[in-house]
């Protein structure tokens, strides 16, 4: 398409460059934000627990 064509604009370079975007920052979402949530629920679980002891 670019070398075959000279001269047209590269409108898929844009939907690459912004799909790759996304598969980034999905990626990003989905392995690096288990220990956060992690986190973030052992804090909740211990704020629930403490009111329930006698």
């Known amino acids: ?18 799909w790759g975007i996304g598969v980034v920052s999905h990626a990003i979402g989905t392995y690096f934000s288990h220990h956060y949530t992690e986190t973030l629920a052992e804090k909740e679980y211990q704020r629930m627990t403490r009111g329930r002891r006698p």
Not at 1 to 18: C, D, E, H, K
């Open 1 to 18: 398409w670019f070398l075959t064509t000279p001269g047209v604009f590269p409108w898929p370079a844009f939907i690459t460059i912004f």
